[in-house]
């Protein structure tokens, strides 16, 4: 914010001195006018009482006419204020994001910018809030659906047990099995959004330490390819360098590239190809992910992150929670990272962009 010192005073002062010259003017004006008077003769013909009343009125006249030049030189300042005044009682009644016209560069101009700047912020959070508060709505409603499902599954197959309605022994450890199922999907989504709801709070701590991000995706890339192998994905592995130094939280940061390897599993062309390239672009070290998928009709791709969203073929399935992608975004941003998608000729891509830990 500028500092315009002590300019508003000055101003002030001058107008002051200025009444205070033009008054002069009148006075001494008065003081010959009486002179004149004096010579005519015309005093003298006044009784003492309009005298004195003659001389106060003079008097009168040059005090208003200081505080008419006063007043006439202060008066856009004057109302300046005024406009101050009513912008920030508009404000006070919540219209929000209200700017004050900004004239000449005094303290005046100052508080209008400190009063521009406060609304403009006040709007920003109350927005924030209302955002926050519709998003809680849509979290609440999402999640009560998401949770319906299986439970309804596992309350119908228990309301079948209870009764005894099954054929046979084969049939009753179905319905048992089916019942562990659905308890282990609503377990998994109930997981997920503990996680969600953790790592949205703002006291959310990471532990990070150095870790050398080239070693670590050859661990996890050699843990992974048995599965690969078995899901008919053929890996084709670019690590451009033999030491990459990151500051992660390594637990969480680790999950990240869990949900990307299991997300391209899982919605990989079958047999396909498994792209899988680390290298360094400045100061950051760049992970992408690519794998062939078909059927893909998402117009914004970046819309996989946004909570519950799924593609569509995860729409169909619905094995996916919904929040995968979101908690590893939120890790991503926790780390001052980056994570984007592309979709180019058939080809998915994930990218994480980790800054250097130098």
């Not at 150095?210 to 690969?228: A, K, N, R, V, W």
């Not at 498994?274 to 819309?303: C, H, M, T, Y």
Request: charged share 25%.
């Amino acid at each position: 914010m500028s500092k315009f010192g002590n300019k508003l005073m000055v101003k002030l002062f001058g107008a002051i001195a200025i009444s205070f010259l033009i008054s002069l003017g009148v006075m001494i004006l008065i003081i010959f006018s009486n002179i004149y008077l004096q010579k005519v003769n015309y005093l003298e013909k006044l009784s003492v009482r309009n005298s004195y009343f003659f001389i106060l009125l003079q008097y009168s006249a040059a005090i208003l006419t200081f505080i008419t030049a006063f007043f006439i030189m202060a008066r856009k300042k004057i109302l300046y204020v005024k406009l101050i005044t009513e912008s920030v009682h508009q404000i006070a009644n919540g219209k929000l994001g209200l700017t004050i016209r900004i004239e000449s560069r005094d303290e005046l101009t100052e508080l209008a910018q400190n009063i521009n700047h406060m609304s403009e912020e006040l709007e920003k959070k109350f927005e924030h809030e209302r955002q926050l508060e519709r998003s809680k709505n849509e979290l609440i409603s999402n999640v009560s659906h998401d949770l319906r499902t299986p439970l309804t599954s596992i309350i119908g197959y228990l309301d079948l047990l209870k009764k005894g309605q099954y054929d046979s022994k084969a049939q009753f450890q179905e319905y048992l099995e089916t019942i562990d199922s659905k308890s282990q999907r609503l377990k998994f989504l109930i997981d997920e959004l503990f996680e969600y709801t953790h790592l949205s709070s703002p006291d959310v701590k990471l532990t990070c330490r150095e870790t050398d991000l080239s070693g670590l995706m050859e661990q996890i890339i050699g843990e992974y390819i048995p599965i690969f192998e078995k899901e008919q994905l053929s890996v084709q592995k670019s690590i451009a360098e033999d030491h990459i130094p990151v500051l992660m939280d390594i637990d969480k940061m680790v999950r990240v590239y869990d949900n990307l390897f299991m997300n391209a599993i899982k919605y990989s062309k079958k047999p396909s190809e498994l792209v899988i390239s680390l290298k360094v672009i400045g100061d950051k070290a760049i992970l992408k992910i690519s794998n062939q998928v078909e059927g893909f009709s998402v117009d914004n791709i970046n819309r996989l992150f946004e909570r519950f969203f799924r593609g569509d073929k995860a729409r169909t399935d619905q094995q996916g929670s919904g929040l995968g992608l979101a908690i590893s975004k939120r890790i991503v941003e926790l780390h001052n990272g980056n994570i984007h998608a592309e979709y180019r000729e058939g080809w998915m891509s994930f990218i994480v962009e980790h800054p250097m830990h130098r």
